[in-house]
């Protein structure tokens, strides 16, 4: 019953995630209006935006104006389903279990952002940092454990985590620099590369963004410095997967669901920790 009830939330909850995945990248609200087609503005009735039930009953097409309705609407609605359910799973009725909910959620809506646009909102990475930073210490001390260590466990997996790919990112931007290298749009057209005495020179790499910076750093606040380091194993493996299907079809590609899927299989996939199965 535990994990069927996860099952359900986790298909209310990817309901709103299609909300947030099309709404926040264009600035809109969240709350209003109420959900309504993208092609006809026709309001969607509840009974129309029941999880999955609704995409079958109206076999996949809007009541309205019969505009297909895009896979990827049920597909996130399942997707954190079954992620819930696995956390659920995993952890049992605790209240990390629903922390590490909070957690897929997030990471669902980033990755499917930047698959889209190109770009991780700061509303989810930073604000999933400032979440990370605060839950694990109080988690912490919920249990009665010292909140303090929890709280440098949770910093240090953060600037680890985003210290380590902002560094990969600034060293690569330095090579192309001295090996005279450019790519689509840095430098832009007619410029040259920043200097020191500029921001960008710190902050704008080629073909990384700072989102993906900001989301590790997010995830190394809730998993900690082993956890990220984990992460970004399993992200580079998945990423390097990735590119070389969005090489093949000419499609785009952005690092940041390669990190998320390298988040959740750390979280959820039981195995020994990465500095424990290197010392053997």
């Known amino acids: 019953m535990w994990i069927g009830g996860a099952f359900a939330l986790g298909l209310v909850i990817g309901s709103f995630l299609n909300v947030v995945i099309h709404r926040l990248p264009r600035g809109e609200s969240l709350v209003r209006p109420a959900s309504r087609c993208p092609a006809c503005r026709r309001p969607i009735r509840p009974w129309e935006n029941v999880p999955l039930v609704s995409y079958l009953a109206l076999r996949g097409r809007c009541r309205g104006c019969g505009v297909g309705i895009p896979l990827r609407y049920p597909g996130v609605e399942l997707l954190t389903g079954l992620l819930f359910a696995a956390v659920a799973w995993r952890y049992g009725p605790t209240p990390i279990a629903a922390l590490w909910m909070l957690f897929c959620a997030g ?21 999933g940092l400032a979440v990370g930073l605060v839950a694990m210490p109080g988690l912490a001390a919920w249990r009665g454990e010292p909140p303090a260590g929890a709280g440098i466990q949770a910093l240090a997996g953060a600037v680890l985590g985003g210290g380590l790919l902002w560094l990969v990112g600034f060293v690569h931007a330095r090579i192309s620099v001295a090996f005279g290298r450019t790519f689509d749009h840095w430098p832009g057209e007619g410029q040259d590369p920043p200097r020191p005495a500029s921001a960008d020179y710190w902050l704008w790499f080629p073909g990384m963004g700072l ?18 380091l984990e992460t970004i194993v399993a992200a580079s493996l998945l990423g390097l997967v990735l590119g070389l299907l969005a090489a093949r079809s000419g499609g785009p590609f952005g690092f ?22 290197l010392a053997g």
């Open 107 to 127: 990471l669902v809506a980033a990755a499917w952002i930047d698959l889209d646009h190109g770009i991780i909102p700061d509303a989810l990475s930073l604000g």
């Open 211 to 228: 989102g993906d910076v900001k989301l590790l750093a997010a995830i190394g606040a809730f998993v900690g410095p082993v956890g990220v």
């Open 256 to 277: 940041g669901p390669a990190i998320a899927a390298g988040a959740l299989l750390v979280v959820l996939v039981p195995h020994r920790p990465l500095l424990v199965g």
